[in-house]
Nanobody, 119 residues
Framework: QVQLVESGGDLVHPGGSLRLSCAAS????????MGWYRQAPGKQRELVAA???????NYGDSVKGRFTISRDNAKKTVSLQMNSLKPEDTAVYYC?????????????WGQGTQVTVSS
């Protein structure tokens, strides 16, 4: 198992930047795929960005070119650099760790961190 704790959420003006961090503990971090998801009020949770154990990245269409996901296996952290923030980026952001083993996918979630983009 892996435990995840997010940090870095805040209130920021449109056009601003924010960096979210997720600290992992409890298992071999490097073998997990990691991701950031977000959920706005009244909406479904959606993928923001993901990074595989090998470092390949994938982004949601709405954040491509603005957000960057990275990981540090030695520190067991995954980060999300968010630039050019828009009001529609307002949501609770969740860190995710996932691993497929014996045909079954295991997902782990953090408690979430609030990002609010408003003037």
């Amino acid at each position: 198992q892996v435990q995840l704790v997010e940090s870095g959420g805040d209130l920021v003006h449109p056009g601003g930047s924010l960096r979210l961090s997720c600290a992992a503990s409890g298992s071999i971090f490097s073998i997990y795929g990691m991701g950031w998801y977000r959920q706005a009020p009244g909406k479904q949770r959606e993928l923001v960005a993901a990074i595989t154990s090998g470092g390949s990245t994938n982004y949601g269409d709405s954040v491509k070119g603005r957000f960057t996901i990275s990981r540090d296996n030695a520190k067991k952290t995954v980060s999300l650099q968010m630039n050019s923030l828009k009001p529609e980026d307002t949501a609770v952001y969740y860190c995710n760790a996932h691993r497929t083993m014996d045909g079954r996918t295991y997902n782990y979630w953090g408690q979430g961190t609030q990002v609010t983009v408003s003037s």
